[in-house]
């Protein structure tokens, strides 16, 4: 469970974390119609706080609501000033943030397109999302029975509520077979991502990841490990991955805001490379966490002050 903390930024207001209802016909309750963030703040090493590409995640906020016809009650400047003042009000110094947009109620029917649109954002402290042993040493995946949402099924470039019972039900399928994620297969069969990250593949000192055309989140972080793997002088793919690919790659990881740089030591009870962490993940990981957290400043553009 979370810890609580203090208040809730909800529709231009602070309340109590208690005082943060939703009325019981709420149409997003129902329907799933609702669009969500996951940002990270991080503490850096000069002690400071900085939310981690704050204005990328809340432009992606308003795209998936453009997407799915929702118009939000609030500016994108509001929305961006609520997530760092969610931060100061609640004395986080890091933690996580969760802006939702979100349809309350009104009309019943499926169309109802006069209901009332909310928005809030939450914050709290979440460390590492699977573990700081993953980061370390990394995690075993499953290839998922449910395939990802065809690209025109869902809106995959959307990040919306409804859509996640999706990796819901792959990764409770993962964990209770014993794996700690899920990877997961678009229609065609070809990799997509994981419940709640992006994958990336190595094989022979050459980085690849689906490309945006495939049934994938465009992930924020999958954007600032492209970024630190050019700069690195590492070569970058962006293409369409097999399974077998998985299998035979020398290092698989994951990325995403929860996730961060998650390394992959095994697919499907087959050891990626020789199970343990690869070079190419170790250089990726140790330059965002640098960035994120530690002391390197060759991003700025990239971080908010709190
Ligand atoms: N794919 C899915 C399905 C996700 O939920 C997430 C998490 N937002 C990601 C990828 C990674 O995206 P990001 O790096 O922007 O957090």
Not at 36 to 58: C, N, P, W
Not at 270 to 283: L, S
Request: glycine share 10%.
């Amino acid at each position: 469970m979370i810890d609580k903390v203090k208040k809730i930024w909800l529709d231009g207001e602070f309340v109590e974390w208690q005082e943060a209802r939703v009325h019981a016909l709420a149409y997003t309750l129902h329907y799933g119609l609702g669009a969500f963030e996951g940002i990270r703040a991080y503490k850096r090493s000069d002690g400071t706080t900085h939310v981690f590409r704050l204005r990328e995640h809340i432009d992606r906020l308003f795209g998936s609501c453009k997407m799915c016809l929702i118009t939000p009650n609030v500016s994108r400047e509001r929305f961006l000033q609520a997530c760092v003042e969610t931060l100061r009000v609640n004395g986080m110094s890091e933690g996580y943030l969760r802006p939702l947009v979100y349809v309350g109620e009104g009309d019943m029917g499926i169309y109802a397109p006069n209901n009332p649109v909310h928005s809030l954002v939450a914050g709290w402290a979440w460390g590492a999302y699977l573990g700081d042993e993953a980061l370390r040493k990394g995690i075993r995946t499953k290839i998922s029975s449910f395939a990802r949402h065809h690209i025109n099924v869902g809106l995959v470039k959307a990040k919306l509520s409804g859509q996640y019972i999706n990796s819901v039900l792959a990764k409770r399928e993962a964990k209770l077979a014993g794996y700690d994620e899920a990877v997961m297969l678009d229609v065609n069969g070809y990799v997509s991502e994981g419940s709640g990250e992006n994958i990336f593949v190595v094989r022979n000192g050459i980085l690849h990841t689906p490309d945006l055309s495939c049934s994938i989140l465009e992930g924020i972080t999958r954007d600032s490990v492209l970024v630190i793997a050019r700069e690195l002088g590492i070569p970058v793919v962006e293409t369409r991955l097999t399974r077998d690919q998985l299998w035979l790659a020398d290092e698989v990881f994951f990325t995403g805001t929860a996730a961060e740089v998650t390394p992959v030591r095994e697919v499907d009870d087959r050891a990626i490379g020789d199970g343990a962490v690869g070079p190419v993940t170790k250089r990726i990981q140790s330059r965002f966490f640098d960035i994120t957290r530690g002391s390197d400043s060759s991003h700025s553009e990239w971080l908010t002050r709190v």
